[in-house]
Protein backbone atom coordinates (compact mmCIF):
# COMPACT_ATOMS: atom_id res chain seq x y z
CA UNK A 1 0.00 0.00 0.00
CA UNK A 2 1.04 3.63 -0.47
CA UNK A 3 -0.63 6.69 0.99
CA UNK A 4 0.04 9.69 -0.78
CA UNK A 5 -0.59 12.82 1.25
CA UNK A 6 -2.60 15.53 -0.02
CA UNK A 7 -2.83 17.88 2.67
CA UNK A 8 -2.01 17.96 6.62
CA UNK A 9 -3.56 20.69 7.94
CA UNK A 10 -6.16 21.61 10.23
CA UNK A 11 -9.16 24.10 9.23
CA UNK A 12 -6.19 26.84 9.20
CA UNK A 13 -3.83 26.51 6.47
CA UNK A 14 -0.80 27.65 5.74
CA UNK A 15 1.50 27.88 2.40
CA UNK A 16 2.96 24.70 3.53
CA UNK A 17 0.07 23.01 4.54
CA UNK A 18 -3.57 22.38 3.16
CA UNK A 19 -6.31 20.76 4.41
CA UNK A 20 -6.09 16.98 5.55
CA UNK A 21 -6.56 14.50 3.13
CA UNK A 22 -4.83 11.70 0.96
CA UNK A 23 -5.39 8.65 -1.33
CA UNK A 24 -4.54 5.54 0.10
CA UNK A 25 -3.49 3.11 -2.97
CA UNK A 26 -4.61 -0.37 -1.63
CA UNK A 27 -3.59 -2.95 -3.53
CA UNK A 28 -4.17 -0.97 -6.80
CA UNK A 29 -7.71 0.43 -5.82
CA UNK A 30 -7.32 4.64 -4.63
CA UNK A 31 -9.57 5.30 -1.84
CA UNK A 32 -9.69 9.08 -1.41
CA UNK A 33 -9.97 10.03 2.62
CA UNK A 34 -11.42 13.70 2.81
CA UNK A 35 -12.32 16.01 0.18
CA UNK A 36 -11.03 19.61 0.69
CA UNK A 37 -10.12 21.90 -2.30
CA UNK A 38 -8.17 21.07 -4.97
CA UNK A 39 -8.29 17.04 -4.84
CA UNK A 40 -7.60 17.18 -8.97
CA UNK A 41 -4.72 19.44 -9.29
CA UNK A 42 -3.02 17.89 -6.35
CA UNK A 43 -3.32 14.56 -7.86
CA UNK A 44 -1.44 15.35 -10.57
CA UNK A 45 1.11 16.74 -8.81
CA UNK A 46 1.52 13.14 -7.83
CA UNK A 47 1.56 12.23 -11.06
CA UNK A 48 -2.24 10.62 -10.52
CA UNK A 49 -5.75 11.21 -12.29
CA UNK A 50 -8.85 11.49 -10.64
CA UNK A 51 -10.25 8.68 -12.68
CA UNK A 52 -8.19 6.88 -10.65
CA UNK A 53 -10.08 7.20 -7.46
CA UNK A 54 -12.13 4.24 -6.83
CA UNK A 55 -14.43 5.71 -3.65
CA UNK A 56 -14.26 8.66 -1.47
CA UNK A 57 -14.41 7.99 2.47
CA UNK A 58 -15.65 11.53 4.35
CA UNK A 59 -14.40 10.99 8.08
CA UNK A 60 -16.78 13.64 8.72
CA UNK A 61 -18.71 17.04 7.29
CA UNK A 62 -16.99 19.36 8.76
CA UNK A 63 -16.34 22.05 6.49
CA UNK A 64 -12.96 21.34 5.13
CA UNK A 65 -12.89 17.60 5.07
CA UNK A 66 -16.21 17.76 2.30
CA UNK A 67 -15.67 21.17 0.53
CA UNK A 68 -14.15 19.76 -2.63
CA UNK A 69 -16.99 16.79 -3.28
CA UNK A 70 -19.19 19.14 -6.01
CA UNK A 71 -15.51 20.39 -8.29
CA UNK A 72 -14.07 16.96 -7.78
CA UNK A 73 -17.49 15.34 -9.08
CA UNK A 74 -18.00 17.85 -11.78
CA UNK A 75 -14.00 17.67 -13.06
CA UNK A 76 -15.20 13.62 -13.14
CA UNK A 77 -18.02 14.01 -15.05
CA UNK A 78 -16.21 16.20 -17.45
CA UNK A 79 -13.68 13.64 -17.86
CA UNK A 80 -16.18 11.07 -18.78
CA UNK A 81 -15.88 8.42 -15.58
CA UNK A 82 -18.49 5.77 -15.66
CA UNK A 83 -19.97 3.34 -12.97
CA UNK A 84 -20.60 3.15 -9.74
CA UNK A 85 -18.21 5.74 -7.38
CA UNK A 86 -18.69 4.79 -3.59
CA UNK A 87 -18.91 7.61 -1.25
CA UNK A 88 -18.88 6.72 2.54
CA UNK A 89 -20.03 9.70 5.57
CA UNK A 90 -21.16 9.00 8.98
CA UNK A 91 -24.70 7.45 9.31
CA UNK A 92 -26.82 10.18 9.05
CA UNK A 93 -24.94 12.60 7.52
CA UNK A 94 -25.30 12.10 4.08
CA UNK A 95 -27.88 14.57 3.51
CA UNK A 96 -24.88 16.96 3.67
CA UNK A 97 -23.17 15.71 0.77
CA UNK A 98 -26.31 15.42 -1.29
CA UNK A 99 -27.49 19.18 -0.56
CA UNK A 100 -23.89 20.20 -1.22
CA UNK A 101 -23.71 18.26 -4.52
CA UNK A 102 -27.00 19.49 -5.39
CA UNK A 103 -26.43 23.09 -4.88
CA UNK A 104 -24.66 22.57 -7.91
CA UNK A 105 -27.22 19.85 -9.82
CA UNK A 106 -24.38 17.00 -9.21
CA UNK A 107 -26.14 14.53 -7.64
CA UNK A 108 -26.91 12.05 -9.85
CA UNK A 109 -27.45 13.06 -13.13
CA UNK A 110 -29.09 10.65 -15.75
CA UNK A 111 -26.11 9.28 -17.53
CA UNK A 112 -23.44 6.39 -16.76
CA UNK A 113 -22.08 8.02 -13.47
CA UNK A 114 -23.48 6.98 -10.54
CA UNK A 115 -22.67 8.06 -7.04
CA UNK A 116 -23.37 5.19 -4.29
CA UNK A 117 -23.62 7.29 -1.41
CA UNK A 118 -23.37 4.81 1.70
CA UNK A 119 -23.69 6.16 5.34
CA UNK A 120 -21.25 4.19 7.84
CA UNK A 121 -22.17 3.16 11.25
CA UNK A 122 -19.41 2.95 12.65
CA UNK A 123 -19.02 -0.17 13.93
CA UNK A 124 -16.06 -1.72 12.73
CA UNK A 125 -18.04 -4.06 10.30
CA UNK A 126 -15.88 -3.75 6.65
CA UNK A 127 -17.64 -1.86 4.67
CA UNK A 128 -15.67 -3.11 1.61
CA UNK A 129 -14.14 -6.50 1.51
CA UNK A 130 -12.68 -8.04 -1.77
CA UNK A 131 -9.64 -10.31 -2.22
CA UNK A 132 -7.17 -9.53 0.55
CA UNK A 133 -8.31 -5.77 0.71
CA UNK A 134 -10.36 -5.22 3.96
CA UNK A 135 -12.08 -1.69 4.95
CA UNK A 136 -13.63 -1.10 7.89
CA UNK A 137 -14.52 1.87 10.71
CA UNK A 138 -14.76 3.74 14.08
CA UNK A 139 -16.88 6.20 15.17
CA UNK A 140 -14.34 8.33 16.81
CA UNK A 141 -14.94 11.35 19.11
CA UNK A 142 -15.18 14.75 17.35
CA UNK A 143 -17.44 17.48 17.78
CA UNK A 144 -20.07 15.86 14.80
CA UNK A 145 -20.46 12.12 14.11
CA UNK A 146 -16.73 11.06 12.56
CA UNK A 147 -15.62 8.26 11.63
CA UNK A 148 -12.01 6.87 11.73
CA UNK A 149 -11.16 3.94 9.01
CA UNK A 150 -9.05 1.13 8.86
CA UNK A 151 -7.33 -0.70 5.93
CA UNK A 152 -5.91 -4.02 5.54
CA UNK A 153 -4.20 -5.26 2.42
CA UNK A 154 -1.33 -6.66 -0.07
CA UNK A 155 1.17 -9.44 1.07
CA UNK A 156 2.58 -9.35 2.82
CA UNK A 157 -0.14 -7.76 4.62
CA UNK A 158 -0.10 -4.32 5.70
CA UNK A 159 -2.69 -2.03 7.75
CA UNK A 160 -3.23 1.39 7.22
CA UNK A 161 -5.41 3.27 9.96
CA UNK A 162 -6.33 6.71 9.92
CA UNK A 163 -8.28 8.69 12.87
CA UNK A 164 -9.58 11.68 11.01
CA UNK A 165 -10.12 14.37 13.69
CA UNK A 166 -10.51 13.01 16.85
CA UNK A 167 -9.85 13.33 20.69
CA UNK A 168 -7.79 10.59 22.15
CA UNK A 169 -10.16 7.74 22.42
CA UNK A 170 -10.42 3.72 22.74
CA UNK A 171 -11.96 4.03 19.05
CA UNK A 172 -8.73 5.50 17.85
CA UNK A 173 -6.40 2.92 19.97
CA UNK A 174 -8.83 0.19 18.38
CA UNK A 175 -8.34 1.81 14.78
CA UNK A 176 -4.69 2.00 15.13
CA UNK A 177 -4.20 -1.79 16.66
CA UNK A 178 -1.28 -3.29 14.79
CA UNK A 179 -0.74 -0.50 12.31
CA UNK A 180 2.17 -0.15 10.21
CA UNK A 181 1.50 3.00 9.79
CA UNK A 182 -1.44 5.36 12.45
CA UNK A 183 -2.60 8.50 11.11
CA UNK A 184 -3.53 10.37 13.94
CA UNK A 185 -4.89 13.74 14.85
CA UNK A 186 -2.30 16.27 16.40
CA UNK A 187 -3.93 19.50 16.02
CA UNK A 188 -2.05 21.15 19.32
CA UNK A 189 1.13 20.96 21.14
CA UNK A 190 1.29 19.63 24.32
CA UNK A 191 -0.06 21.76 27.24
CA UNK A 192 -2.97 22.68 24.90
CA UNK A 193 -4.85 19.57 25.92
CA UNK A 194 -7.97 21.35 27.54
CA UNK A 195 -8.25 23.83 23.93
CA UNK A 196 -7.64 20.73 22.14
CA UNK A 197 -10.62 19.16 24.09
CA UNK A 198 -13.06 21.17 23.47
CA UNK A 199 -12.69 21.58 19.93
CA UNK A 200 -12.71 17.59 19.46
CA UNK A 201 -9.18 17.13 18.52
CA UNK A 202 -5.89 15.99 20.23
CA UNK A 203 -2.52 17.30 21.44
CA UNK A 204 1.13 15.66 19.89
CA UNK A 205 1.35 13.80 23.17
CA UNK A 206 -1.76 12.18 22.84
CA UNK A 207 -1.37 10.63 19.59
CA UNK A 208 1.92 9.19 20.98
CA UNK A 209 -0.45 7.62 23.49
CA UNK A 210 -2.65 6.30 21.49
CA UNK A 211 -0.20 4.86 18.91
CA UNK A 212 1.84 3.20 21.82
CA UNK A 213 -1.32 1.60 23.37
CA UNK A 214 -2.41 0.39 19.75
CA UNK A 215 1.30 -0.62 19.30
CA UNK A 216 1.58 0.48 15.94
CA UNK A 217 4.92 0.44 13.87
CA UNK A 218 4.74 4.30 13.02
CA UNK A 219 2.70 7.48 14.15
CA UNK A 220 1.94 9.97 11.35
CA UNK A 221 1.23 12.96 13.22
CA UNK A 222 -1.99 14.58 11.00
CA UNK A 223 -4.04 17.79 10.89
CA UNK A 224 -1.75 19.72 12.24
CA UNK A 225 -3.38 22.93 13.41
CA UNK A 226 -1.77 26.48 13.46
CA UNK A 227 -0.73 25.90 17.15
CA UNK A 228 2.10 23.66 15.61
CA UNK A 229 2.81 25.79 12.62
CA UNK A 230 6.57 26.03 12.61
CA UNK A 231 6.76 23.83 16.02
CA UNK A 232 7.10 20.09 13.93
CA UNK A 233 10.82 19.36 16.03
CA UNK A 234 8.60 20.30 18.88
CA UNK A 235 5.92 17.68 18.30
CA UNK A 236 7.18 15.29 16.93
CA UNK A 237 9.73 15.43 20.24
CA UNK A 238 5.77 15.44 22.29
CA UNK A 239 4.71 12.29 20.44
CA UNK A 240 8.46 10.32 20.40
CA UNK A 241 8.50 10.81 24.37
CA UNK A 242 5.30 8.55 24.63
CA UNK A 243 5.56 6.30 21.93
CA UNK A 244 8.56 3.42 21.18
CA UNK A 245 8.19 3.73 17.18
CA UNK A 246 8.80 6.03 14.61
CA UNK A 247 6.83 9.29 14.16
CA UNK A 248 6.77 11.24 10.92
CA UNK A 249 5.08 14.54 10.22
CA UNK A 250 4.41 14.07 6.50
CA UNK A 251 4.69 16.93 4.35
CA UNK A 252 1.98 18.09 1.74
CA UNK A 253 2.27 15.96 -1.89
CA UNK A 254 4.51 13.21 -0.19
CA UNK A 255 4.48 9.79 -1.14
CA UNK A 256 4.54 7.20 2.07
CA UNK A 257 4.93 3.48 1.42
CA UNK A 258 3.43 1.37 4.29
ZN1 LIG B 1 -10.62 18.99 10.66
ZN1 LIG C 1 -13.63 18.37 12.30
Redo the contacts with the bound molecule.
Sequence with gaps: MRAYVLGTS??TTSPRRD??SLILDAGGRYILIDCPGSVAHKMARLSLSPLEIWGIFIT?A?P??IYGLPALIHLMRRKGRRGALPIYLPLGEEWKAIRLLNTFSLFNKPGPFRIELRGLPGDGEPFLQEGGLKASCLRVDHKVAANGIRVEAGRPRRIFAYT??TRPCPNAVALGKGSDIFFHDS?YPNGRAEEAHSQG?STAGEAGDDAERAGARRLALF?IGSACFGKEGLIRRQAAARFGGEVLIPRDLSAIDI
Design positions: AANAHHEHGDTHH
